[in-house]
């Protein structure tokens, strides 16, 4: 009797169907799959996961990843990966504040929302190409950051400032 080598992927197969049905599973799975009953609202188990400390906002962000490989399999712009990127580390920093966080991954909805630039840019046709609303969604993060880095380190910088300026007045 022959035995056959078994052939492992590390990621799905680049043709194929399979990929937009998994990250659609995922997006769903992780943002939709349970409704609010007498609302239109729906919440998944990325919130309810990101309750675990520790452990919830960092395995929901592995999971949100996938999506993105998809992205990558899918011949997705680089600049929508960037923005899809963002859009999973947003919602696993903000997701990682206790309480607050977990509601916040509840309306954020990154999963669908990478799934959605997934189906819209995927397939590397001309349709899929990337759009102003990325570049500016992707320009106006970095800004913010960038922003936010130079007001801590002013911040920082006075701080030393005064405690130094008290060390020598003692």
């Given at each position: 009797?022959?035995?056959?080598?078994?052939?492992?992927?590390i990621?799905?197969?680049?043709?194929?169907?399979?990929?937009?049905?998994?990250?659609r599973?995922i997006?769903?799975?992780?943002?939709?799959?349970?409704?609010?009953?007498?609302?239109?609202?729906?919440?998944?188990l990325?919130?309810?996961?990101?309750?675990?400390?520790?452990?919830?906002?960092?395995?929901?962000?592995?999971?949100?990843?996938?999506?993105?490989?998809?992205?990558?399999?899918?011949?997705?712009p680089?600049?929508?990966?960037?923005?899809?990127?963002?859009?999973?580390?947003?919602?696993?920093?903000?997701?990682?504040?206790?309480?607050?966080?977990?509601?916040?991954?509840?309306?954020?909805k990154?999963?669908?929302?990478n799934?959605?630039?997934?189906?819209?840019?995927?397939?590397?046709?001309?349709?899929?190409s990337?759009?102003?609303a990325?570049?500016?969604?992707v320009?106006?993060?970095?800004?913010?950051?960038?922003?936010?880095?130079?007001?801590?380190?002013?911040?920082?910088?006075?701080?030393?400032?005064?405690?130094?300026?008290?060390?020598?007045?003692?």
């Open positions: 009797m022959e035995t056959k080598p078994i052939d492992f992927e990621l799905p197969p680049k043709n194929g169907r399979d990929i937009p049905d998994l990250s599973l997006a769903w799975l992780l943002d939709d799959l349970i409704p609010i009953p007498g609302t239109r609202f729906r919440i998944g990325d919130p309810i996961i990101g309750l675990i400390p520790g452990f919830g906002d960092s395995s929901t962000a592995v999971l949100s990843s996938m999506i993105l490989l998809h992205g990558l399999r899918a011949g997705v680089r600049i929508v990966l960037v923005r899809m990127a963002l859009n999973v580390l947003i919602n696993s920093l903000v997701g990682a504040i206790p309480g607050a966080g977990d509601l916040f991954s509840a309306f954020f990154s999963n669908r929302r799934y959605e630039l997934l189906e819209r840019h995927g397939g590397g046709s001309a349709s899929g990337s759009t102003a990325d570049w500016a969604f320009t106006a993060l970095i800004a913010g950051l960038l922003l936010i880095v130079i007001a801590a380190s002013i911040g920082v910088a006075f701080l030393a400032f005064h405690l130094f300026k008290l060390l020598i007045a003692s």
